[in-house]
């Protein structure tokens, strides 16, 4: 007879890579999850976090907006920064500032993989390669 996990053992949290986890028992105290439910919440992270992350790279538009914003806020450090956060993405010069972050990120990177390459760096992909 196989035994069965009835829950009395403390669970093996084990979470992704830079996440905590939910819940982390205490001497005489098994935590509210267990094991199979700390499996399947740290399948449920990861997944999230792949999906947030291919998201990411699938829209670089979003990088350009929130190194705009920072900027602006770290700059300006108004003392109200939820307001200014409101002001920024309301501007009507928003794409505008956006597409200038862009354009300086994108000749800051230009810059980067020349440098790299007259320094005789090979760790350029085939795009890096071509446009520098």
Known sequence: MNPIDTGSAKPQHDPPIAMEPYDLGRAGDLGALSNEQQWHTNIL???TRINNER???NHPEINH????????????QPKDPRQHFTDFFTHPDLIT????????YEQQHHDDMVV???AGESCF???DEESA
């Open 97 to 104: 500032r956006i597409e200038e972050v862009k354009e300086e």
């Open 45 to 47: 992270k990861t997944r």
């Open 116 to 118: 790299r390459k007259l």
């Open 65 to 76: 907006m929130i190194s705009a914003f920072l900027r602006d806020l770290l700059l300006k």
């Open 125 to 127: 992909n085939d795009n």
């Open 55 to 57: 998201y990411l790279r």
